[in-house]
């Protein structure tokens, strides 16, 4: 395992270190900075199956003996961070939640990839765990709100946001950004969860009441769903 490294970030830092070539996030002293709670984060953490956590002993800056320190991989971070709604936090550190919400993931990538730790080996293999697939992505949004929706409707929702293409999980030109390609695939980065996942919620509340597709048997194809257009009911 390497030394901790202190990412600067909007005025504040996030503690990290390095091991098998992927970056561990040091979680108490990056949640005590979003001002929640982390033994309520923690608690919450070890009942998620998606969960990747590592116990180390380390001594952090400004501390003056080693100690026992939580650390998660970006991927976990990003996921708990999606979990948490911005306007349930206090106001003083909402704008940082956004900002960690969205920016954080680069900025630990930026600085592993081109920053004083440099690391050959963190090429696809690095950025690939910050991505889930939609699939993931729904079941995440089923155990954090409770409502359990197929994938495709989380798709369609998408391509009425402007996010998708009309067919297929291929996002739009200018929606790039949010998602990443695996080389066979389109998966959703993880810091964007939060940001869809309210696009998600707008599109639900917009269309009232929901217009999914009633499931109907073609002859010879079975079930289908059909396509969800704006304003149908």
Known sequence: MSEIVQIPFHGREVLAVEDGGKPFVILKPALEHLGLDYKNQHEKLRRKSWACMVLRTMQLPGDSQRREHTTVDVRTFLMLLATIDEHRVHEDVRGLLIQFQSEVADVIEAYFTKGHVINP?????FLAPMAV??????????????????????????????????????????????????????????????????????????LTPL??????????????????KRGES
């Open 133 to 206: 697939t939609f699939d993931d992505a729904m079941a995440l949004y089923g155990q954090e709100y409770g409502f359990d929706y197929p994938t495709p409707f989380f798709t369609q929702g998408l391509r009425l946001a402007g996010y998708l293409r009309q067919g297929g999980c291929v996002p739009r030109r200018k929606k790039r950004k949010y998602f990443w390609f695996n080389g066979t695939s389109w998966e959703i980065r993880s810091w964007a969860l939060p940001i869809l996942f309210g696009e998600f919620d707008n599109i639900l509340r917009e």
């Open 211 to 228: 217009p999914w597709q009633q499931p109907r048997l073609d002859e010879g194809s079975g079930q289908h769903i059909m396509p969800l």
């Open 121 to 125: 080996r963190m090429r696809q293999a």
